[in-house]
């Protein structure tokens, strides 16, 4: 029977090593496994089966194999080393340093064991251990060595004993022009020096006319000629008639199939295409293969160039911006723009709003801004620059620049060119510039300068939305009059194209005056809901108060079935805001006639508002959806499929069992987020996650893309649940390494959060997977929770993680279980270079609890933003997070502060310029977002003194006057009440809101 076996074995084996050389290895892997099971004694096919398994990204499962080969060839040094490195794969440090340890003295002249102790200290950041072994290296039986001479370089370099030196990051336009060969002029967001990619953008007036008026700085300075100019597409005739009479030279009309006529396109050598935006295979367009003959002689300029990077064909050499896939001029808008572009975009597209008069007239807008726009003194840079690396232009603009002008180097000037009164008075490119030097100085602005600033906005409407940010900082109460003096002029006394603006911040402005609700805000916005055309009302949607101001009118059911009567863009901002803001969620079933809406985002949109407003839709709305027969798309389907989450579970479950097997992952998704939510009690939840976990162990065992995009779905609504008990289902019923390391990567974080104890147990079952790259919060929960004697190898190796935070977290949980060693290292990191020195302060801090008080002051006396951000991060995890420091840490800090009067006024100036940042600019009613409670632990009369500076008789209140107030309802409901009782005339609407809801 043995020799049979034996007969089997090789047979398969000799299949295995076949498959193995077709590179079939999950073929391979099953061979090696069946006849490796019938002989273990073939050694060297063990490797093999375990090469098989990492080809294939099974770590874990290659280092199970090579564990079960030692236990038939225990001595074997190749094995080991492949274990060794199984294990460094898979996080497993401390296991490989014992495994090197015998190999090390065997054979201490042989590399390949040095080599991985060599990685084992550089993953575990084990810096100064790392150069002790490679200096005793290359001083003994590897000098020379220039791998190990590099390593022990770079180890010396993170511990900053030698310096760094970090490349320049490239900007856009230095990037586009090494990269693609391409000349980028920016928008007037930017200074031509520093421009950004462009996610979306909405290009304004004012965008056009810098960005024209940058080409045709280029053209003169660089001798660029044409003899014509033609749009590739429509919306490009209005940049190709504006720059043809710039450039004096004819506009003409390209050829189109629908004249029937075999018209010649003109000559590419001299003609300069023009198109408003390129996306991917614009060359496939219309009029794109005479275009791509253009842009290959360097004759095209685009505005824009969409998903820059996805481009098969070429860039046209000259373009205006690098955007995402949604950008749009002023004379020809998305219709998605109107309602502010969304990271999935629409189900259905609105229509694009174009500009009806013929191109020659909105090209007369522009005429004369172009012609008197100044390029201020970083053009020459820009200009400059270009010159310099002309190597690198595109080869046809390349030879059409041999008779550029060589300007002068002058350095980059962030100012305007004249003194700032004249400077405020000046073109609009000198006025700008002049505003960034107050908006960076605000203290400069006295009343002349305020009067300049108040009759710019009054007569030029194309600066109003960057101007209304420094004059409502300087004065709110005197820039509101002046804005509500605007709009409450007769209809006819405010132009038409200055209305979408004005009512928009208008409805941007919470500074209403004193009194109560509603205030003249509301009836201004009322009457101009009733006597505005679409884009008006549109703009007080989009406003961020404009709907919170409506919301105080005393027929806001009135107000509001109008909105929802309207454009479908209106509609769509609307049912958005109803979405976003809790408190008045009454209204909404005023949605449920919106699921007959013709156009599928209304629909969506009210579906996701009714859910979240716990509105529970009948079978006979939700049916025709979830059937596909009515706006059959797969995020109508998933948001009606979230619904059922509202059904009793005896009704939901069933048809949520069926959508949780939809082909399509974001239906599948929806269905077990329902599943994980519906139900009455968290048993009824917990029915929901055995039948979502039942469905991801199903899906683990079909190897196939498919199946892997649909767990990762289901884990994702797994990942977003708010108890600890909906995903221990899932953790008890997988036995597979491969499936748990991807619930490891996908759910750890939240199970963090939860800090149950039971989940060390199944941290210790499966440690393979979870030890791979633990995140921040892994070693402190087993410091919380586990026991030293068996998990000291786990947050040994979560020193190994990516994440320099999650590492020096372990180190520090290593000191706090007595290891001198890790102590040592994370001591010595606080002096290293970031971001290791901002991790291990982290660490130092909200872990080990150090009274080191005096090096929390220095690092805010360093400055650096990353350097100070950690060091609030840290502040707010030790006083008002979860899991706070000892008493006596506070304390301990407090005293600190307050033992010398400049230490405690700096900290005091940081703590509020922090909560400051903390605000997002997101208005939310009842949201509170910035943690007050670390200035009332540590500065407890700072934080009386600034809420007299935020909510005082003499206070200009702001949205952290708002947020403090919030803070004080949910903390000192006495003192809020206080406070609340002064404020309910408050000239901010959004204090008075909340002073209204504490009293």
Not at 72 to 79: E, T, V
Not at 386 to 391: N, P, T
Not at 673 to 682: F, H, V
Not at 932 to 959: I, M, N, Q, S, W
Request: include cysteine.
């Amino acid at each position: 029977m043995s020799e049979f076996r034996r007969r089997k074995a090789h047979d398969r084996l000799r299949d295995a090593r076949t498959r193995l050389a077709q590179r079939d290895y999950a073929a391979a892997s099953d061979a090696f496994a069946a006849g490796l099971r019938l002989d273990p004694s073939d050694r060297a096919s063990w490797e093999l089966w375990a090469e098989c398994l990492e080809q294939q990204g099974k770590l874990i499962e290659a280092g199970r194999v090579l564990v079960e080969a030692l236990e038939h060839h225990a001595d074997d040094p190749a094995l080991q080393l492949a274990l060794v490195h199984a294990q460094i794969e898979t996080g497993q440090f401390a296991a490989a340093e014992r495994q090197l340890e015998p190999l090390r003295a065997r054979w201490p002249d042989q590399r390949p064991p040095l080599a991985y102790l060599a990685r084992v200290l550089r993953d575990i950041r084990a810096y100064p251990r790392l150069q002790a072994l490679l200096e005793r290296a290359l001083s003994e039986g590897f000098a020379g060595d220039a791998e190990l001479e590099g390593l022990l370089d770079a180890c010396l370099s993170w511990q900053r004993e030698r310096g760094e030196q970090k490349p320049a990051l490239a900007s856009m336009r230095e990037l586009l022009l090494v990269e693609y060969q391409v000349v980028l002029l920016g928008t007037g967001h930017d200074d031509g020096l520093t421009i950004p990619w462009y996610s979306t953008y909405l290009c304004s007036n004012y965008d056009v006319v810098a960005t024209c008026a940058r080409l045709l700085g280029f053209a003169s300075n660089f001798d660029w000629r044409w003899s014509a100019v033609a749009a590739v597409d429509p919306a490009a005739r209005v940049l190709a008639l504006l720059l043809a009479e710039a450039l004096e030279i004819d506009a003409i009309e390209l050829p189109t199939q629908a004249s029937g006529e075999a018209v010649p396109y003109p000559d590419p050598a001299q003609t300069l295409a023009v198109a408003s935006f390129v996306e991917p295979g614009w060359g496939q367009a219309e009029h794109g293969e005479w275009a791509l003959r253009c842009a290959a002689l360097g004759n095209m300029f685009a505005f824009g160039a969409l998903d820059y990077a996805a481009h098969r064909d070429p860039l046209p050499p000259i373009v205006g911006l690098a955007a995402g896939e949604r950008v749009c001029l002023p004379w020809w808008r998305l219709g998605e723009a109107r309602i502010g572009f969304g990271r999935l975009g629409l189900i259905d597209d609105l229509p694009p709003e174009i500009d009806s008069r013929p191109p020659e007239r909105v090209a007369d807008d522009y005429r004369r801004p172009l012609a008197e726009f100044e390029l201020g003194p970083n053009f020459g840079i820009q200009l400059r620059y270009v010159l310099e690396q002309r190597a690198l232009l595109h080869p046809g603009l390349r030879q059409r620049s041999e008779f550029a002008r060589i300007l002068p180097n002058t350095p980059p000037r962030a100012g305007p060119k004249h003194e700032l009164p004249d400077a405020l008075a000046r073109d609009t490119a000198e006025f700008l510039r002049a505003l960034g030097a107050l908006e960076r100085a605000p203290e400069r602005i006295g009343e002349a300068e305020l009067a300049s600033l108040e009759r710019r906005f009054v007569a030029a409407p194309e600066v109003r939305s960057r101007l209304s940010d420094l004059l409502y900082r300087v004065t709110p109460a005197r820039f509101s009059r002046l804005l509500h003096e605007l709009v409450a002029r007769p209809a006819a006394q405010v132009p038409w194209r200055e209305r979408d603006g004005l009512l928009h911040l208008y409805g941007c402005n919470p500074w209403t005056g004193s009194g109560a609700d509603p205030s003249p805000a509301t009836a201004e916005l009322e009457r101009w809901l009733e006597l505005g055309a679409m884009t008006n009302r549109s703009e007080i949607v989009q406003s961020k108060y404009g709907l919170h101001h409506l919301a105080e009118a005393a027929d806001f059911a009135g107000v509001l079935a109008r909105l929802l009567a309207d454009e479908p863009a209106i509609v769509l901002g609307t049912v958005r805001w109803l979405h976003d803001n809790p408190h008045l969620h009454g209204h909404a079933p005023a949605l449920v006639p919106l699921l007959a809406h013709d156009h599928a985002d209304v629909v969506f949109e009210a579906l996701q508002c009714t859910r979240v407003a716990k509105l529970a839709l009948p079978a006979a709305i939700l049916e025709p959806i979830l059937s596909g027969h009515r706006h059959a798309h797969p995020r109508m389907l998933s948001a009606a499929v979230e619904h059922l989450e509202l059904w009793p579970i005896a009704l939901a479950h069933p048809r949520l069992r069926e959508h949780l097997r939809d082909a399509e992952p974001s239906v599948a998704w929806a269905a077990a987020r329902s599943l994980l939510r519906g139900g009455e009690t968290i048993a009824e939840r917990a029915v929901g996650a055995e039948i979502v976990a039942a469905r991801i162990v199903e899906l683990g065992l079909v190897d196939t893309p498919e199946a892997a995009r649909q767990i990762r779905q289901l884990l994702r609504a797994l990942a977003s649940v708010d108890d600890y008990a909906l995903i221990e289902p899932l953790l008890r019923a997988s036995e597979s390494a491969s499936l748990m390391k991807i619930i490891a990567v996908a759910l750890t974080p939240a199970l963090i959060e939860f800090d149950d104890p039971r989940l060390v147990a199944h941290l210790r079952r499966f440690r393979d997977a979870f030890g791979l790259d633990p995140p921040y919060g892994y070693a402190s929960l087993l410091l919380r929770h586990g026991d030293p004697a068996l998990d000291r190898d786990a947050v040994y190796g979560a020193q190994g993680a990516t994440d320099p935070r999650a590492s020096y977290e372990a180190k520090a949980c290593l000191a706090r279980w007595g290891d001198r060693s890790a102590r040592d290292e994370l001591e010595r990191a606080l002096s290293y270079a970031p971001p290791t020195r901002e991790a291990a302060l982290e660490a130092w801090v909200c872990v080990l609890h150090e009274r080191d008080y005096a090096r929390l002051d220095a690092a805010l006396r360093d400055g650096t933003p990353e350097l100070s951000d950690r060091l609030w991060t840290a502040l707010c995890s030790n006083i008002a997070g979860a899991r706070p420091a000892p008493r006596a840490w506070i304390d301990g800090l407090a005293a600190y502060l307050r033992d010398v009067w400049t230490r405690e006024q700096a900290w005091a100036a940081f703590i509020e310029q922090q909560l400051r940042d903390q605000i997002p600019s997101k208005f939310v009613v009842g949201a509170q977002s910035a943690q007050f409670a670390v200035l009332a632990e540590l500065l407890p009369k700072h934080l009386d003194e600034l809420l007299r500076r935020c909510l005082g008789p003499t206070a200009t209140p702001d949205r952290l006057s708002v947020d403090a107030l919030e803070w004080l309802g949910a903390h000192r409901p006495e003192q809020a009440r206080a406070w609340a009782r002064q404020l309910l005339g408050s000239p901010h609407w959004g204090v008075r809101q909340c002073a209204r809801r504490l009293v």
